[in-house]
Antibody, heavy 115, light 111 residues
Framework: EVQLVESGGGVVQPGGSLRLSCAVS????????MTWVRQAPGKGLECVAN????????YILDSVKGRFTISRDNAKNSLSLHMDSLRAEDAAVYYC????????WGQGTPVAVSS | DVVMTQSPLSLPVTLGQPASISCKSS???????????LNWFQQRPGQSPRRLLY???NRDSGVPDRFSGSGSGTDFTLRISRVEAEDVGVYYC?????????FGQGTKVEI
């Protein structure tokens, strides 16, 4: 069974930083693109970042480009999202998901941005 | 960016009756190999989203056969043949042909 477990969310002040992690099991992690998706409170879904199997190709949503960095450690079956210069509009539940077609999801980790 | 437009945004349903949701994309979702990159997701209250259908009409493992998908090009439909109580939630279409991947606004299905 595929499992994705996100961690690292919390409350941060505007301008602050957070690093989200996603531990993946039940599949050959290095064979799959991975994706971060976020959902602001009461809102819809938004793909934030994607990373290729070997980390050689990445896509970052324009609104977070230059502030968010996606990375992965295939030896540890782990996906990360480093978020800098956080803004109020970045507050959301952040999910990691498998592939570019999001066939499996984690339970999400909440990020609140507040002074 | 490719805009995904769902309708309706709110769908009152009756148990045992059919329901359908429309999703239209601003650009074709057909790849040069003929594959159409359109998925449907279900998000039950308080839960993470889960994929229901991929490439328009293929059901994921464990998805009841009352869910079906159809469409081509830029026009797609999710159908529930007979709504059950567990189908309450928000349904999203998503395209994964173009960057960035984009979702529809979501359709809230309620009894």
């Amino acid at each position: 069974e595929v499992q994705l477990v996100e961690s690292g969310g919390g409350v941060v002040q505007p301008g602050g930083s957070l690093r989200l992690s996603c531990a993946v099991s039940g599949l050959t992690f290095s064979n799959h693109w991975m994706t971060w998706v976020r959902q602001a409170p009461g809102k819809g879904l938004e793909c934030v970042a994607n990373i290729k199997e070997d980390g050689s190709d990445k896509y970052i949503l324009d609104s977070v480009k230059g502030r968010f960095t996606i990375s992965r450690d295939n030896a540890k079956n782990s996906l990360s999202l480093h978020m800098d210069s956080l803004r109020a509009e970045d507050a959301a539940v952040y999910y990691c998901a498998t592939g570019l077609d999001l066939w499996a999801w984690g339970q999400g980790t909440p990020v609140a941005v507040s002074s | 960016d490719v805009v995904m437009t769902q309708s309706p945004l709110s769908l009152p349903v009756t148990l045992g009756q059919p329901a359908s949701i429309s999703c239209k994309s601003s650009q074709s979702l057909v790849h040069s190999d003929g594959t159409t990159f359109l998925n449907w997701f279900q998000q039950r209250p308080g839960q993470s989203p889960r994929r229901l259908l991929y490439k328009v009409s293929n059901r994921d493992s464990g998805v009841p056969d009352r869910f079906s998908g159809s469409g081509s090009g830029t026009d797609f439909t999710l159908r529930i043949s007979r709504v059950e109580a567990e189908d309450v939630g928000v349904y999203y279409c998503m395209q994964h042909k173009h960057w960035p991947r984009t979702f529809g606004q979501g359709t809230k299905v309620e009894i």
